[in-house]
T-cell receptor, first 114, second 111 residues
Framework: EAQVTQNPRYLITVTGKKLTVTCSQNMNHEYMSWYRQDPGLGLRQIYYSMNVEVTDKGDVPEGYKVSRKEKRNFPLILESPSPNQTSLYFC?????????????FGEGSRLTVL | KQEVTQIPAALSVPEGENLVLNCSFTDSAIYNLQWFRQDPGKGLTSLLLIQSSQREQTSGRLNASLDKSSGRSTLYIAASQPGDSATYLCAVYSGTYKYIFGTGTRLKVLA
């Protein structure tokens, strides 16, 4: 089954404790992206990757890091989480061709930073 | 800068009614527009993808239309059911690896 898998789905952590949210897709997609969703603000892009070893900032990259060492994986790293990073996070992927392609989403990871 | 707007923010209708959700975008230079459904606390499920060269796409009771020149898309839901209750989002792709999302319309279908 074609899917985007995120882990963990739920996480409560404390300020400053490094964490990683994993994302994996099994569709051989070139493009992967991370979003955060907050009430009243909609979906905002954090980082995206056009291919292995190629990443770029989205609209709200501060406080986050990413890496794309393999085509299928695109982890999101919070080096020193703060309460304002409490949010619902989504990973998404698409073929990434010139016309964009259909975007597929993971189930989301709800993060609470105390 | 591309902006995507969805009005109304919330909509409540009785079961069986046909309804239309709206999505507007400011820059008509798009490659595609996609409609999604999101249930509370869940991920986004793709409903329909319309390429810029297409006027509409259909899937079951759903029909999405695209008018690039006026910067508008509509999602038509026929014979609505309580199970259609969810938030519906649209997103446009204008190139440069960024998809721009609207803030969604929260739909409630009353039994």
């Amino acid at each position: 089954e074609a899917q985007v898998t995120q882990n963990p789905r739920y996480l409560i952590t404390v300020t400053g404790k490094k964490l990683t949210v994993t994302c994996s897709q099994n569709m051989n997609h070139e493009y992967m992206s991370w979003y955060r969703q907050d009430p009243g603000l909609g979906l905002r892009q954090i980082y995206y990757s056009m291919n292995v070893e190629v990443t770029d900032k989205g609209d709200v990259p501060e406080g986050y890091k990413v890496s794309r060492k393999e085509k299928r994986n695109f982890p999101l790293i919070l080096e020193s989480p703060s309460p304002n990073q409490t949010s619902l996070y989504f990973c998404a992927s698409s073929l990434g061709d010139r016309v964009g392609g259909e975007l597929f989403f993971g189930e989301g990871s709800r993060l609470t930073v105390l | 800068k591309q902006e995507v707007t969805q009005i109304p923010a919330a909509l409540s209708v009785p079961e069986g009614e046909n309804l239309v959700l709206n999505c507007s975008f400011t820059d008509s230079a798009i490659y595609n527009l996609q409609w999604f459904r999101q249930d509370p606390g869940k991920g986004l499920t793709s409903l329909l993808l319309i390429q810029s060269s297409q006027r509409e796409q259909t899937s079951g009771r759903l029909n999405a239309s695209l008018d690039k020149s006026s910067g508008r898309s509509t999602l038509y839901i026929a014979a609505s059911q309580p199970g259609d209750s969810a938030t519906y989002l649209c997103a446009v792709y204008s190139g440069t690896y960024k998809y721009i999302f609207g803030t969604g319309t929260r739909l409630k279908v009353l039994a």
